[in-house]
């Protein structure tokens, strides 16, 4: 089991970037997938969720209010991968970013400890 973090780099303010999660021995469909991002200096956060198919979620999807109406996640089933398009990008939003797999769907979206599986990283930064 793994997922593969990627698609991070350096883009100015009001760039956008797309960042993927690809993930092998498990299927993305069958899992909630978030996207986690810690910025210099401060905690790791939520950022995005896209819920599992067969959970009572419906494959919903959920933005921390700091992404909202400039992030979009979305699940490719044929590649097995989660990509988290990211628009208008900020300076803030400078940090690794981190995608996770939970086998059900989290009550609580944004509990690290929820997740049975992490990428390893992908780092993005926004300059000014």
């Known amino acids: 089991v793994q997922l593969q973090a990627s698609g991070g780099g350096l883009v100015q303010a009001g760039g956008s970037l797309r960042l993927s999660c690809a993930a092998s021995g498990f299927k993305v469909s069958d899992h909630a997938i978030t996207w986690f991002r810690q910025a210099p200096g401060k905690g790791r956060e939520g950022a995005s969720s896209?819920?599992?198919?067969?959970?009572?979620?419906?494959?919903?999807?959920i933005y921390a209010d700091a992404v909202k109406d400039r992030f979009t996640i979305y699940r490719e089933d044929a590649t097995n991968t989660v990509y988290l398009q990211m628009n208008r990008l900020k300076p803030e939003d400078t940090a690794v970013y981190y995608c996770a797999a939970a086998q059900r769907d989290p009550p609580l979206v944004w509990r690290e400890s929820q997740y049975d599986y992490w990428g390893q990283g992908t780092q993005v930064t926004v300059s000014s």
């Open positions: 896209i819920y599992s198919v067969h959970g009572g979620a419906n494959g919903r999807a």
